[in-house]
């Protein structure tokens, strides 16, 4: 279970960021998904993670993830991940800069019936949103 587990994590980061797979979540992520951020607001369920990774795609249409760490115990996964990426598009109304980003996030996943139900996640906002070029405004 726990070898299935890491490789579902995986594959999952793989084709949504690196494959750009657009069914990807329909796959992967519960019609039930909480996702647990240190920012307010953060998206729930299946459609609104949708458009949560559409923006972040469309934001960095090079955007990549590198897969850190990993590690299982019982039903959850935790990753360590970086993503990298040229901001070529509109992210969350910041106006493409041209500029590159290499961001840390950290995950806590937990599955439940061959999906992910819940998500806690912590990434380095701040220092993505220094990168490129809105903390100056």
Known sequence: MIDDNLTF????EE??????DPTAIDRYVSPAYTLRTAEEGAPSGREAIK???AAYLDGFPDLH??????LAVGDKVVGVFTFTGTHKG??????PSGRTISVRQIAI?????GQVV?????????????QIGADSE
Not at 118 to 130: A, N
């Open 90 to 95: 509109d992210l969350f109304g910041v106006a």
């Open 118 to 130: 819940d998500e806690w996640e912590i990434s380095d906002q701040l220092r993505l949103m220094q």
């Open 51 to 53: 458009a949560y990774v």
């Open 65 to 70: 993830i590198s897969i850190d760490q990993l």
């Open 9 to 12: 994590v995986r594959n999952m």
């Open 109 to 113: 996943y937990r599955l439940e019936g």
């Open 15 to 20: 084709d949504l960021f690196n494959h750009r």
